[in-house]
């Protein structure tokens, strides 16, 4: 059933009242991308020195450190995902839950169980809403995290590895789950081993004839690994969620864009067809005047 010509105004100007929300949200997601990213950057040069620094001491010196210890026989493992508090930003949590899922299901084929950490309140509905227990949750922060914040979550997770249940560990490996920012076009949803410890830098074997640096740590080697293990991880947390919070900002852009755009396609499709009910609803106007007329006419011929 057409609807009318008032019904059809009325939805334009709601599509319109839309379309400036849209705009604005995709405005703001623009603005808010440039310091995520500014951010992320400025973080990058603490990081690769922290990861040297722990590369140095874990290569050229034999201490055997509880975050860089494999476990004989690992059965727990603890997930740690960062999802958004938002929503309006497409696809963005829905990837990274999906990708924590394909995580999952790959330790339970080892054979190991597993603790769910999240961060923010979409992955905090995914898994209240199917009756899945989580350890702990952080919510609030994921469009401007704090390094505070990353500090809280990666004692909460150190912790949990450290914690021992009579002769073995409560947690044997601990795992990440967030979104890599590639582009403002790819977000890359991407799951990283951070515990135990695997430093990539600095293992590489020497050559014949390469000269190797002494180092000394003082106060000694086990001093320095309990001081800078837990700022690595720290760092390598925070790195995660300044890499998702851009991320987010970045899909919730591309998705605000994109409503804003089914918006006007939308005004202009309703103009389209309010204008064509005003002209029919002209048009039966003038044929009823015009059948008035010749039905007057004929009636006064008819009296004549």
Request: charged share 25%; proline share 3%; aromatic share 6%.
């Amino acid at each position: 059933m057409a609807l009318s010509l008032r019904e059809y105004r009325a939805r334009i100007k709601s599509v319109e009242s839309t379309k400036k929300i849209t705009r604005a949200m995709e405005l703001i997601a623009a603005s808010r991308i440039i310091k995520a990213q500014q951010r992320a950057q400025a973080s990058a040069p603490y990081a690769r020195e922290l990861t040297r620094a722990v590369s140095a001491v874990a290569t050229f010196s034999n201490v055997d450190h509880p975050l860089t210890t494999e476990a004989d026989d690992p059965q727990r493992a603890a997930v740690l995902i960062v999802t958004s508090d938002r929503g309006l930003a497409g696809a963005y949590s829905s990837s990274v839950l999906k990708e924590a899922e394909r995580l999952a299901e790959k330790l339970r084929d080892e054979g190991k169980e597993i603790d769910w950490y999240v961060c923010g309140r979409k992955g905090e509905a995914y898994f209240r809403f199917r009756k899945r227990s989580i350890v702990r949750s952080w919510t609030g922060f994921s469009d401007q995290p704090s390094y505070d914040i990353a500090s809280d979550v990666g004692h909460a997770l150190i912790d949990a590895f450290l914690k021992e249940q009579g002769e073995e560990r409560d947690v044997d490996e601990v795992h990440v789950v967030y979104t890599r920012f590639r582009s403002m076009l790819t977000q890359e949803p991407t799951a990283i081993r951070l515990l135990p410890l695997e430093v990539v830098e600095g293992t590489a074997a020497p050559e014949e004839g390469d000269v190797l640096p002494l180092y000394e740590f003082e106060p000694s080697a086990e001093a320095v690994l309990d001081g800078l293990l837990p700022q690595y991880v720290q760092s390598r947390i925070f790195f995660a969620m300044l890499q998702a919070s851009a991320s987010e900002l970045a899909a919730r852009q591309r998705a605000m864009k994109s409503a804003t755009d089914n918006a006007t396609e939308l005004i202009k499709k309703y103009t389209r067809i309010a204008n064509q009910a005003r002209q029919a609803g002209i048009t039966q106007e003038i044929s009823e005047i015009v059948g008035g007329v010749n039905a007057l006419a004929d009636a006064n011929a008819g009296s004549e």
